[in-house]
């Protein structure tokens, strides 16, 4: 799966002054906010092409070729899918034996999620699209989750949504989460919202899924153990909006600290 480089710009924003304490509130200048709007998250899709082959990795080291022929989910992520063989048989593979895969898009899946990207003015002026998504593949894994925090952990497959800046924190697709209301005039663009109010996130050995609403008391869950990403980035100073761009900043500077 192609890799992208989005660390190049983040180490010049400069915060305009330091605060002495983790919850005093910084300051941005409009260059450093709007840096900070920008969606890093690869974009979301769920429809798998059958007619291109796709790519999974099992467990046991083997790898297996085919066009995928149906998909079973829960809540959204999958529990199960079914690829032809050479033969042309149908054979099910269960998501606790696959290490991970490659799915290839849907021409019309693909078509929608371009449309709606290119139709919320929250994506104006940010990266290309072909920066924001591998057009031809989604990368999924084998992950061990408990849906909505609710249910007992099980094996799910998802998409990994940070492949670039995943080294600390593995951000994956939530497909049932909700939007933020936006609004659009005469047929024009959206105005606001679009904003995805839910991930599953991964950081050391624990995954949670992380609401818009219960962003302030994960802060310290997925940033705590850096007292200089806290101290330039307090929890008042920012908005959920921000989160792709806080991942792949916290990310940079763990790295550094630990070089």
């Not at 291109?52 to 467990?59: E, G, H």
């Not at 290119?118 to 408990?146: C, D, H, M, Q």
């Not at 249910?151 to 670039?164: A, D, G, V």
Request: hydrophobic share 35%.
């Amino acid at each position: 799966m192609k890799k992208l480089v989005l660390f190049g710009f983040l180490g010049a924003a400069t915060l305009i002054s330091a605060p002495t304490h983790a919850q005093e509130k910084v300051k941005f200048t409009k260059e450093q906010l709007k840096m900070m709007d920008d969606e890093l998250f690869d974009e979301m899709f769920v429809g798998v092409s059958s007619k291109k082959n796709s790519t999974l990795l099992l467990k046991d080291g083997t790898k297996k070729e085919g066009p995928v022929s149906g998909i079973d989910r829960k809540k959204g992520q999958i529990t199960s899918i079914k690829m032809k063989d050479a033969s042309g048989k149908k054979i099910e593979y269960q998501a606790d034996e696959i290490e991970e895969m490659y799915l290839p898009i849907t021409g019309m899946a693909k078509g929608a999620k371009v449309a709606n990207y290119f139709g919320n003015t929250r994506n104006w002026g940010s990266k290309s699209l072909n920066k924001s998504t591998n057009p031809n593949e989604v990368y999924v894994k084998n992950i061990k989750a408990s849906l909505k925090n609710k249910k007992t952990e099980k094996e799910f497959l998802m998409q990994l949504i940070n492949p670039s800046f995943s080294s600390q924190i593995e951000v994956y697709a939530d497909p049932m989460a909700s939007e933020t209301t936006s609004v659009s005039f005469g047929g024009g663009p959206k105005i606001g919202g679009g904003v995805t109010k839910s991930y599953y996130v991964k950081k050391g050995d624990e995954v949670i899924w992380l609401k818009k609403g219960e962003f302030e008391e994960n802060y310290n869950f997925l940033f705590g153990d850096n007292e200089e990403f806290l101290q330039k980035f307090p929890y008042k100073s920012i908005k959920w909006e921000h989160l792709s761009y806080l991942i792949a900043e916290y990310t940079k500077m763990s790295e550094e600290k630990n070089s």
